[in-house]
């Protein structure tokens, strides 16, 4: 079994940066990918980005290359995702989940999910 805790968010203006964190706890952890969603009130859960259980190879969806990045450090059991340039439409509740089964793109695939944590962004 794997939890994940998502912390990070909050409450911030166009143009600034935020980092949020996914620690996960349980055994296996360092060895699945991990991925990251969001979900904006009325709309579907959005695929964001995913690393790799190394780290070694990452995947972000087309409209947000360039402006957010996803890391992990596994001697702290955490993978991070850095977000700049925020815009009021990245505002939504951000989720961390691992071990896809199939796509990492679908939400379907993973097998374990946190709780999300809720980026606000005010113009």
């Known amino acids: 079994q794997v939890q994940l805790v998502e912390s990070g968010g909050g409450l911030v203006q166009a143009g600034d940066s935020l980092r949020l964190s996914c620690a996960g706890s349980?055994?296996?952890?360092?060895?699945?990918?991990v991925g990251w969603f969001r979900q904006a009130p009325g709309k579907e859960r959005e695929f964001v980005a995913v690393?790799?259980?190394?780290?070694?190879?990452?995947f972000y969806a087309d409209s947000l290359k360039g402006r957010f990045t996803i890391s992990r450090e596994n001697s702290e059991n955490t993978v991070y995702l850095e977000m700049n340039s925020l815009k009021p439409e990245d505002t939504a509740v951000y989720y961390c989940?691992?071990?896809?089964?199939?796509?990492?793109?679908?939400?379907?695939?993973?097998?374990?999910w946190g709780q999300g944590t809720q980026v606000t962004v005010s113009s």
């Open positions: 690393i790799s259980w190394s780290g070694g190879t990452t």
């Open positions: 989940a691992a071990d896809p089964d199939g796509s990492w793109a679908k939400a379907d695939d993973y097998a374990y």
């Open positions: 349980g055994r296996t952890f360092n060895s699945l990918s």
